[in-house]
Structures are given as C-alpha cells and as structure tokens.
T-cell receptor
Framework: DAGVIQSPRHEVTEMGQEVTLRCKPI?????LFWYRQTMMRGLELLIY????????DSGMPEDRFSAKMPNASFSTLKIQPSEPRDSAVYFC???????????FGQGTRLTVV | AQSVTQLGSHVSVSEGALVLLRCNYS??????LFWYVQYPNQGLQLLLK??????LVKGINGFEAEFKKSETSFHLTKPSAHMSDAAEYFC???????????FGKGTRLSVIA
C-alpha cells in the first residue's frame, strides 16, 4: 500500500480564497483524522470520521472550515475564506480497529498571504 | 480526558550518548501510549506503542520505552544516539484504539557530532 496520500504538498494562497486539501486513506482503514500542526499549538485534532461519518468536529476552529468524506477512499478539508492565521501544516491520518496507531500522510503545508 | 506532557521542547545529546525523552500522561482509564518521530518536511512515523501488554516496549531504530503506571510516565530511550536520530519526537495517548490520539507538544532532538 502506498500509505496515506495527501495533496497538494504545498499550497500558497491569498487571503480570502478558498482552499481544498485532499486525502486518500489507506485502503481498508475505517477511521480518518485531520490534524493541524503549528509551532504555537502543536498537533491539534480538527475532525475525525468513522466509516465516512463525521464523529467529532469539535476541533474545527470556525465555520470557515469544513470536511467531507464522500467515500471510503477520499476526504477533503476546505477552508473558505482562508486567513493568514490558517497557515499551518495539515495532516491526514487513517487507522483501523484497535488498539492500533494512526498512519499519517506527508502533510500539506498551507501558507495564506 | 487524556493528555500528555513532554518535558523539554529541545534536547541535545552527543553522538553515542544516551537519549532520554520524557513523557508523562494523564488518563482516567488505562491508556494506550505511542511515540512518533517526525523528520523535517515529513509526516509522523510510529516508533513504538504500549497497549497494556509488556511494560517495556521495543520499537524501531533501537528505541524503547517503559510504561510506569506509578509514575504515569512513558519515557523514550535509546542507548546510543546516532546523527540520523535528529528529529522531532511526539508522545501520544488514547483511551482506546478507535479514539483519536492526543499528542504532546513534541521534543526536538539534536545530535552533536
């Protein structure tokens, strides 16, 4: 398996623009997580899904953030409109069953100017 | 709620010296504990995990960690540091395998030649 695949690896956008981050989890995994990493706050859980259903989105910072998982092999995290404080590395991770670790993608480095 | 505290945001050791990275956890139920490593511009990779079996856990790259319930600790050690060990290390906790990991702030390990 190729692991968790995220795209794009880097994204630079202007404030106010819509940004969409994409994730393909490991085949057969039924949990998908979106994390955000910043220097100030470390790794924060934004939202996670089980069998394509959002379970907990309490970490989503604002209504500008939304996430979807239309099928078992694809998820998106959208920011609309983007702001400079959204600049961070966004990670997608997937896992299956318990007790097991989450497998992380390479991340998307987002810069909002 | 679960949480972890990593003591020391930056640790510097000489090549060949002992590596000790500290992690203390807080959990109201028996925890599952993990150590991840992150190399620059990469995702997180699992080093080792504790899932209520043996208290001394061996991981990849010569790392190991010992679960000490009485001290609520899960410190990461390696007898002899190598230059390639320079990276960011994260301790994480969860109460079960199908709930998201909660990460510490991370410890950056530098290895001096």
């Amino acid at each position: 398996d190729a692991g968790v695949i995220q795209s794009p690896r880097h994204e630079v956008t202007e404030m106010g623009q819509e940004v969409t981050l994409r994730c393909k989890p490991i085949s057969g995994h039924d949990y998908l997580f979106w994390y955000r990493q910043t220097m100030m706050r470390g790794l924060e859980l934004l939202i996670y899904f089980n069998n394509n259903v959002p379970i907990d989105d309490s970490g989503m910072p604002e209504d500008r953030f939304s996430a979807k998982m239309p099928n078992a092999s694809f998820s998106t995290l959208k920011i609309q409109p983007s702001e400079p404080r959204d600049s961070a590395v966004y990670f997608c991770a997937s896992s299956s069953g318990e007790p097991t670790e989450a497998f992380f993608g390479q991340g998307t480095r987002l810069t909002v100017v | 709620a679960q949480s972890v505290t990593q003591l020391g945001s930056h640790v510097s050791v000489s090549e060949g010296a002992l590596v000790l990275l500290r992690c203390n956890y807080s959990s109201s139920v028996p925890p599952y504990l993990f150590w991840y490593v992150q190399y620059p511009n990469q995702g997180l990779q699992l080093l080792l995990k504790y899932t209520s079996a043996a208290t001394l856990v061996k991981g990849i790259n010569g790392f190991e960690a010992e679960f000490k319930k009485s001290e609520t600790s899960f410190h990461l050690t390696k007898p002899s540091a190598h230059m390639s060990d320079a990276a960011e290390y994260f301790c994480a906790v969860t109460r079960s395998g199908n709930t998201p990991l909660v990460f510490g702030k991370g410890t950056r390990l530098s290895v001096i030649a």
